[in-house]
């Protein structure tokens, strides 16, 4: 498995796959043809059928400029390595073409080119493709924390740079500031649904309330305060994805504030998070257009349970259980938003993860952590399950929840 930093992308929403990927794909060819006259991309699949939503459009442009672009979309074709595929092409002044390349926005930020088994690194993490985990499976992981006496953040600690604590430390703040943010912000969210943010109106709410019912509600607004950041573009960080941003935050920062863990154990919890999102990466997928809702919501609340069940002191046998619970009650989850909008059902989505994480905690921590069905075997049926799920049910606005509202 390749280092967890690649799981934790700092960068602005909407989408990791739809607005950070393509952005990515777009610096690195207009990099490589500053000369060129002029662009052309081809936009496939989910990129075609969402992107206007999701703001592909006028990211691409954006990042292309002031080179001119035609963007061509093809919502009905998918090109055969993963449903969100772009072609670039770079034309000179006399509209012969320079260069033509195929690319993939595979889910988290990371693109991929066809056929390739590496991801497209950044120069700022120029090791991302490097095999720091020998370990293929959550299994082999807790072995290794079994026969070794470590915890799952130790087992990270061993195979990272010290570097990477560094980084997710950095994490850590970003989605703190993420949090504060959108907690604080009020009004319409962007884009044609006229969505109003909730989240200051939700953490007011919650002070009201006796210490459990705070507890929850806090929760709630927590997320729903970096589910909006994202939704209005603003600086998140993928975990695993950013359309599922804001489960882990709001996790995390209620635990901060509200039992006063420090910075240290906080990311450990993260360090813990990220081995399961890694572990699904590795055996499945955390793309929405390949796998569903449940690729991203369902990882996010595995991540977050994991995270939690860390925090408060569990064995690795109840991380394990807790991150596995959470990924199991979201299997079949399919991926539907209304107009392309990484808004509804996305942020209550967020929202209730969040509070199922903190459930799934508790309910292993009462546990002694022994339970029948393994998380890799519940992620060996997501993404059976996702292959098996209809196009229609995978980001495209074609079905489900996002049918419905545009009916209404």
């Known amino acids: 498995m390749k280092s ?4 934790y992308k700092i960068g602005n929403g909407p989408s990791s796959s739809h607005t950070m990927g393509p952005m990515r794909a777009a610096t690195i060819f207009k990099k490589k043809h500053p000369q060129a006259a002029r662009f052309e991309v081809n936009l496939y699949g989910s990129l075609a059928a969402t ?11 954006n990042t292309l400029a002031p080179i001119p672009t035609e963007l061509l979309k093809f919502p009905t074709i998918f090109l055969p390595y993963h449903p969100n595929g772009m072609i670039f092409e770079a034309f000179d002044g006399e509209g012969q073409s320079l260069d033509k390349w195929e690319v993939y926005s595979i889910g988290g930020g990371d693109i ?20 720091l985990y020998a370990e293929k499976n959550m299994d082999e992981v ?53 969505l109003q943010r909730k989240a200051a109106q939700y953490a007011i709410k919650a002070q009201g ?25 603003g600086r998140i960080v993928t975990a695993p994805t950013c359309g599922s941003a804001g489960v ?4 995390l920062y209620h635990t901060s504030m509200s039992y006063g863990y420090t910075d240290d154990r906080i990311v450990k919890g993260l360090a813990t998070a990220a081995i399961f999102a890694n572990v699904v990466k590795k055996n499945a997928s955390i793309s929405g257009a390949e796998v569903g809702c449940q690729g991203e919501i369902g990882v996010a609340c595995a991540m977050a349970a994991a995270a939690c069940n860390q925090i408060f002191g569990g064995s690795i046998s109840q991380i394990e259980y807790a991150a596995e619970m959470g990924l199991e009650h979201h ?3 399919t991926c539907d938003p209304m107009c392309g909008l990484v808004q509804i059902p996305c942020i209550e989505r967020c ?5 199922r994480a903190f459930d799934a905690n508790l309910y292993s921590m009462l546990s002694d952590g022994r339970h029948r069905v393994s998380f890799d075997r519940v992620v060996q049926v997501m993404k059976q399950t996702g292959h098996d799920l209809p196009s229609l049910y995978k980001e495209t606005s074609l079905g489900g929840l996002a049918t419905v509202g545009l009916k209404r």
């Open 209 to 233: 309330y006796r210490a459990s019912l705070k507890s929850r509600s806090l929760t709630f607004a927590y997320a729903l305060a970096t589910a909006e950041e994202n939704a209005a573009g």
């Open 331 to 333: 299997l079949g989850l």
């Open 248 to 251: 882990l935050p709001a996790i």
């Open 351 to 355: 929202a209730f993860a969040a509070t």
């Open 112 to 131: 991929r080119e066809k056929d390739s088994l590496n991801n497209i690194a950044d120069e700022d993490m120029p090791n991302v493709n490097d095999d």
């Open 51 to 61: 992107g206007e939503g999701h703001l592909t459009n006028q990211t691409l442009l």
């Open 142 to 194: 807790l072995d290794w924390c079994i026969t070794n006496g470590r915890m799952i953040w130790e087992y990270v600690a061993v195979h990272e740079e010290p570097s990477c604590w560094e980084y997710l430390h950095e994490v850590w703040q970003v989605m703190k500031e993420g949090v504060e943010r959108g907690i604080n912000a009020e009004g319409v969210l962007p884009g044609s649904l006229n």
């Open 4 to 7: 967890i930093c690649g799981i």
